[in-house]
Nanobody
């Protein structure tokens, strides 16, 4: 049974940093592209960043480029999202997702088979 468990969310001020973690189990982690998505109240779930199975390729949304960095540690079955210079508009529930294709990074939610329960990130002004 595949499980993805996010952690690291919280309440911070604009300009602060947070690091989200997602621990995976029940899958061959390095065979999966991992992604981070977020969903704010009343909005659709949107792509944030993704990383290929070996960690050699990454992609991120324009809205977070230069501020957020995705990385992974395949020895620990964990993917991270380092978020710097947080803005109020980054407030959302952040979800970790796994896609059973280690080569191709996808930005569309329905390309991902497994999802975590989400972790709340709230940025105050």
């Amino acid at each position: 049974q595949v499980q993805l468990v996010e952690s690291g969310g919280g309440l911070v001020q604009a300009g602060d940093s947070l690091r989200l973690s997602c621990a995976a189990s029940g899958l061959t982690f390095s065979s999966y592209t991992m992604g981070w998505f977020r969903q704010a109240p009343g909005k659709e779930r949107e792509f944030v960043a993704a990383i290929s199975g070996a960690g050699r390729s990454t992609n991120s949304a324009d809205s977070v480029k230069g501020r957020f960095t995705i990385s992974r540690d395949n020895a620990k079955n964990t993917v991270y999202l380092q978020m710097n210079s947080l803005k109020v508009e980054d407030t959302a529930v952040y979800y970790c997702a796994a896609r059973p294709n280690q080569w191709i990074i996808a930005t569309i939610p329905n390309k991902y088979n497994y999802w975590g329960q989400g972790t709340q990130v709230t940025v105050s002004s």
